[in-house]
């Protein structure tokens, strides 16, 4: 399989643009279906050429092999590419997966799946297409209907209507009257080709009041008339389909990476790319300079009221100044969640048909924008949950006719900005999720008392799905209706400073909605001193802070405990928690006990005080402190003074230290 | 039966016009609230059919509380009440959900378009 020289030095390389190259080529793939043209299908001849090459160089024969015929393919593709069918596409994509197998499987050293009898077909299937000969059905009729068993994720756009509105020119407001009418499409289906451009709409500039936007949809004529007759002073000029894909405003505009430059038909702007690394240094410079401003004024608080007077003006200024920057270089870290989504179809494509189950994935509002760090954090959860839609939501054909309901499955993914929050949701029509058996299973897992499950909301009991001890329990996927990893989903969600909440109706469906920051790099801290030290908490983990002192406490099993709300919380001494030496403290003084959430549940910290709230820029922590257990990254204050903060949600819960009782 | 409305706006003699325009138009108000936190309380006690919202108010606006009443029901149908040169914020309410808008001072003949069209009669 390996050839006589040493490779192993390039075999990074080979998987990481290997891997680069079969993924992109499965993309393109998914997105060409239904629209092929010339540049395309030279595109993924490209792909494939590349992975060919470089199987080649590798001496992985099987590989090359499969490489070759699938270039082949393509080529023939190429030449007739009205010979490219779902059936030649479905083809593709098994290539692009064995061929992926094989990276996978050279990158862990295992030998390489068999690929002959795919080989084969692909040769048959290209000799089949050679020019002047007519196409013959590529599968035996016996061959398992792989067209129809996820027919519904055919990346075959649903149809397009070119809906043209008038405001009417008595409106008072035109321009919101014109926004809310987009708005209310906009819950239909995706929004392309908004002309003028939104912005434009919004301002009430129209000529007669009237605007176009191109609206796919799968509701039909009869709701979309319906959805405009209940805007007041908006009236239906002219509903018509389109028919043939929309022309693309210059071939050379319609960059395959770029597929967001289509939507809202947004005049085509200049754009230069630059490197990601070169997006984030700019941030950490912006937020220096924040800080640098914050240690000026801070330098002046020493002056004489006069000179303080003039320098605070001049600081206030730069501050200004500084904030205007540090929010453009923001924008410009902002990407749109399609990064994430334009993936989809194919996963829902390959995960429906895996289950053998019918799924109609629809995707809303992906040219959302969030910061690229969100975005880059984003990809695997999201798979996550549309994998759980398909796999643990959604019914088997079957079931779900007996159940009354449509046999193809609905998913639908919409993500929506809401003042400085993105909601992101997931959701699916399918079996629901059983509340009362997940208590019980958290129960009997002692995860939660049996008190405790009775005092669970609903949304609490959801949430247990995704709790360590629950979701990796592979028992549970199929009686609570959700499958493994779900805390691996709202850690991943918790860490770029989101939530997660699930809603879920027995037998209807389940969404789940992550609510999500526009942004990474400020965070919120409540400062707190310990001994000499001082300490920042994301206020987004502090459910509160209690007063008391320490002899008020009460001891549970050996584990001093705060009475907070109804419930009584873990306390321990932050010096302790972070093994730093604290100020030596009366048992009858009252201290501050901040109550923070960690993974595990409410833990009252004791702190030696309260400094108060700020909003820093965050910076992540360089070797070797990001070694350290329990920091979640340094920030500075604007008298100089570095400052931790804290990863509450890893904070070791008492429950676990050895009881000893510290506080 | 006629529907029932919650009218929250911070000033009492914004509300008595609302309230007489409903009246004469065959709603019934049900409720009326001076604040966004208030309105909120109001809507999960009342359940009303339909509520116009003021947009700035105090202790909590309107955008706020639009935001906190469809958070409690999604299909909560609340319609603003802005003034002229409030169309950026207007536009965020409707981001928030809001299903439409009435500009003050209102006329009887538009809000009454307005409610009838968001509840489907018009």
């Given at each position: 399989?390996?050839?006589?020289?040493?490779?192993?030095?390039y075999?990074?390389?080979?998987?990481s643009?290997?891997?680069?190259?079969?993924?992109?080529l499965?993309?393109?793939?998914?997105?060409?279906?239904?629209?092929?043209?010339?540049?395309?299908?030279?595109?993924?001849?490209?792909?494939?050429h590349?992975?060919?090459?470089m199987?080649?160089?590798m001496?992985?024969?099987?590989?090359?092999?499969?490489?070759?015929?699938?270039?082949?393919?393509?080529d023939?593709?190429?030449?007739?590419?009205?010979?490219?069918?779902?059936?030649?596409?479905d083809?593709?994509?098994?290539?692009?997966d064995?061929?992926s197998?094989?990276?996978?499987?050279?990158?862990?050293?295992?030998?390489?799946?068999d690929?002959?009898?795919l080989?084969?077909?692909?040769e048959?299937?290209?000799?089949s297409?050679?020019?002047?000969?007519?196409?013959?059905?590529f599968?035996p009729?016996?061959?398992?209907p792989?067209v129809?068993?996820?027919p519904?994720?055919?990346?075959?756009?649903?149809?397009?209507?070119?809906?043209?509105?008038?405001?009417?020119?008595?409106s008072?407001?035109?321009?919101?009257?014109?926004?809310?009418?987009?708005?209310?499409?906009?819950?239909?289906?995706?929004?392309?080709r908004?002309?003028p451009?939104?912005d434009?709409v919004?301002s009430g500039?129209?000529?007669?009041?009237?605007?176009?936007?191109?609206?796919?949809?799968?509701e039909?004529e009869?709701?979309?008339?319906?959805?405009?007759?209940?805007?007041?002073?908006?009236?239906?000029v002219?509903?018509?389909?389109?028919?043939?894909?929309?022309?693309?405003?210059?071939?050379?505009?319609?960059?395959?990476?770029e597929?967001e430059?289509?939507?809202?038909?947004?005049?085509?702007q200049r754009?230069?790319?630059?490197?990601?690394?070169?997006?984030?240094?700019?941030l950490?410079?912006?937020?220096?300079l924040?800080?640098a401003?914050a240690?000026v004024?801070?330098v002046?608080?020493g002056?004489?009221?006069?000179?303080?007077?003039q320098?605070?003006?001049?600081v206030?200024?730069?501050?200004?100044?500084?904030?205007?920057?540090?929010?453009?270089?923001?924008?410009?870290?902002?990407?749109?969640?399609s990064?994430?989504?334009?993936?989809?179809?194919?996963?829902?494509?390959?995960?429906?048909r895996?289950?053998?189950?019918?799924?109609?994935?629809?995707?809303?509002?992906?040219?959302?924008?969030?910061?690229?760090?969100?975005?880059?954090?984003?990809?695997d959860?999201?798979?996550?949950?549309?994998?759980n839609?398909?796999?643990?939501?959604?019914e088997p054909?079957e079931?779900?006719?007996?159940?009354?309901?449509?046999?193809r499955?609905?998913?639908k993914?919409?993500?929506?900005?809401?003042s400085?929050?993105?909601?992101?949701e997931?959701?699916?029509?399918?079996?629901?999720?059983?509340?009362?058996?997940?208590?019980?299973?958290?129960?009997?897992?002692?995860?939660?008392?049996?008190e405790q499950?009775?005092?669970?909301?609903?949304?609490?009991a959801?949430l247990?799905?995704?709790?360590?001890?629950?979701?990796?329990a592979?028992?549970?996927?199929?009686?609570?209706g959700?499958?493994v990893?779900m805390?691996?989903?709202?850690?991943?969600?918790?860490?770029?400073?989101?939530?997660?909440?699930?809603?879920?109706?027995?037998?209807l469906?389940?969404?789940?909605?992550?609510?999500?920051?526009?942004?990474?790099?400020?965070?919120?801290l409540?400062l707190?001193?310990?001994?000499?030290?001082?300490?920042?908490?994301p206020?987004?983990k502090?459910a509160?802070v209690?007063?008391?002192?320490?002899?008020?406490?009460?001891?549970s099993q050996?584990?001093?405990?705060?009475?907070?709300?109804?419930?009584?919380?873990?306390a321990?001494?932050l010096?302790?928690v972070?093994?730093?030496?604290g100020?030596?403290h009366?048992?009858e003084?009252?201290?501050?006990?901040?109550?923070?959430?960690?993974?595990?549940?409410?833990?009252?910290?004791?702190?030696?005080?309260?400094?108060?709230?700020e909003?820093?820029?965050?910076?992540?922590?360089?070797?070797?402190?990001?070694?350290?257990?329990?920091?979640?990254?340094?920030?500075?204050?604007?008298?100089g003074?570095p400052?931790?903060?804290?990863?509450?949600a890893?904070l070791?819960?008492?429950?676990?230290?050895a009881?000893?009782?510290e506080? | 039966?006629?529907?029932?409305v919650?009218?929250?706006?911070?000033?009492?003699?914004?509300?008595?016009?609302?309230?007489d325009?409903?009246?004469?138009?065959?709603?019934?108000?049900?409720?009326?609230a001076?604040?966004?936190?208030?309105?909120?309380?109001?809507?999960?006690?009342l359940?009303?059919d339909?509520?116009?919202m003021?947009?700035?108010?105090p202790?909590?606006?309107?955008?706020?509380?639009?935001r906190?009443?469809?958070r409690?029901?999604?299909?909560?149908?609340?319609?603003?009440?802005?003034a002229?040169?409030q169309?950026t914020?207007?536009m965020?309410?409707?981001?928030?959900?809001?299903?439409?808008?009435i500009?003050?001072?209102?006329r009887?003949?538009?809000?009454?378009?307005?409610?009838?069209?968001?509840?489907?009669?018009?």
């Amino acid at each position: 399989m390996a050839a006589q020289w040493d490779t192993s030095r390039y075999l990074a390389l080979f998987v990481s643009e290997a891997t680069e190259h079969l993924d992109a080529l499965g993309k393109e793939l998914v997105r060409l279906e239904g629209d092929v043209t010339g540049e395309a299908i030279d595109s993924l001849f490209r792909h494939a050429h590349s992975v060919k090459g470089m199987a080649g160089s590798m001496g992985y024969e099987a590989t090359t092999t499969l490489g070759h015929r699938l270039e082949d393919l393509l080529d023939r593709v190429r030449t007739s590419p009205n010979r490219f069918d779902r059936q030649v596409a479905d083809l593709v994509l098994q290539a692009v997966d064995a061929l992926s197998a094989h990276v996978k499987a050279a990158a862990a050293g295992e030998p390489f799946p068999d690929a002959s009898a795919l080989t084969q077909q692909l040769e048959t299937v290209a000799s089949s297409m050679r020019p002047g000969t007519t196409p013959i059905p590529f599968f035996p009729p016996e061959a398992p209907p792989l067209v129809q068993s996820a027919p519904s994720t055919e990346p075959q756009l649903p149809p397009r209507w070119l809906v043209t509105l008038r405001v009417a020119t008595t409106s008072a407001q035109p321009g919101v009257r014109g926004f809310l009418a987009y708005k209310r499409l906009s819950s239909l289906g995706n929004l392309f080709r908004c002309t003028p451009p939104l912005d434009e709409v919004k301002s009430g500039k129209l000529t007669n009041g009237t605007f176009s936007v191109e609206l796919e949809t799968t509701e039909n004529e009869a709701a979309v008339q319906k959805t405009v007759s209940q805007v007041a002073d908006v009236e239906l000029v002219s509903l018509t389909r389109v028919t043939a894909p929309p022309p693309t405003a210059a071939p050379a505009e319609e960059k395959p990476a770029e597929p967001e430059a289509r939507a809202l038909g947004q005049e085509p702007q200049r754009t230069v790319r630059v490197r990601t690394e070169l997006l984030d240094q700019f941030l950490d410079l912006a937020g220096e300079l924040l800080l640098a401003t914050a240690g000026v004024r801070e330098v002046g608080r020493g002056l004489d009221e006069e000179p303080r007077a003039q320098l605070n003006g001049s600081v206030d200024r730069l501050h200004a100044l500084v904030r205007g920057l540090h929010d453009k270089v923001m924008e410009a870290r902002m990407t749109p969640v399609s990064v994430i989504t334009e993936r989809l179809p194919r996963a829902a494509r390959d995960i429906a048909r895996r289950r053998g189950r019918e799924i109609e994935l629809i995707i809303a509002g992906s040219e959302v924008l969030l910061d690229r760090a969100i975005v880059d954090e984003l990809n695997d959860p999201v798979l996550h949950l549309l994998r759980n839609a398909i796999d643990h939501g959604v019914e088997p054909p079957e079931e779900r006719r007996m159940r009354g309901k449509p046999p193809r499955g609905t998913v639908k993914l919409s993500v929506r900005r809401v003042s400085d929050r993105v909601l992101l949701e997931v959701e699916d029509d399918g079996r629901g999720m059983d509340v009362e058996r997940l208590k019980a299973v958290a129960v009997e897992r002692g995860l939660i008392t049996l008190e405790q499950a009775k005092d669970l909301t609903e949304k609490e009991a959801l949430l247990l799905s995704a709790a360590p001890g629950l979701s990796t329990a592979s028992t549970v996927t199929d009686i609570s209706g959700r499958g493994v990893g779900m805390d691996a989903v709202k850690r991943a969600v918790e860490a770029v400073g989101g939530t997660l909440e699930i809603t879920s109706r027995r037998g209807l469906g389940t969404t789940f909605r992550l609510s999500l920051p526009l942004t990474v790099a400020m965070v919120n801290l409540l400062l707190v001193s310990v001994g000499d030290d001082v300490y920042g908490l994301p206020i987004a983990k502090v459910a509160g802070v209690v007063e008391t002192s320490r002899s008020r406490l009460s001891h549970s099993q050996n584990v001093p405990v705060l009475q907070f709300g109804a419930s009584v919380v873990p306390a321990r001494e932050l010096s302790a928690v972070l093994e730093v030496p604290g100020r030596p403290h009366d048992v009858e003084a009252l201290s501050p006990f901040v109550v923070v959430e960690t993974d595990e549940g409410r833990v009252a910290l004791a702190v030696d005080g309260l400094l108060g709230q700020e909003e820093v820029v965050l910076k992540a922590l360089a070797r070797p402190l990001d070694q350290v257990k329990g920091l979640a990254g340094v920030t500075v204050l604007g008298n100089g003074r570095p400052v931790f903060i804290l990863d509450v949600a890893k904070l070791e819960h008492p429950a676990r230290v050895a009881a000893g009782g510290e506080a | 039966m006629s529907k029932r409305v919650l009218v929250v706006d911070d000033s009492v003699f914004m509300r008595d016009i609302i309230k007489d325009i409903f009246a004469a138009g065959g709603f019934s108000v049900v409720g009326e609230a001076g604040n966004g936190v208030e309105a909120v309380e109001k809507y999960k006690e009342l359940k009303p059919d339909l509520v116009t919202m003021d947009l700035v108010m105090p202790y909590r606006n309107g955008i706020d509380a639009t935001r906190e009443i469809l958070r409690g029901d999604g299909k909560a149908l609340v319609v603003m009440c802005s003034a002229l040169g409030q169309e950026t914020m207007v536009m965020e309410a409707i981001e928030a959900g809001a299903v439409d808008f009435i500009v003050k001072p209102p006329r009887a003949e538009d809000v009454l378009a307005v409610v009838k069209k968001v509840l489907g009669e018009g």
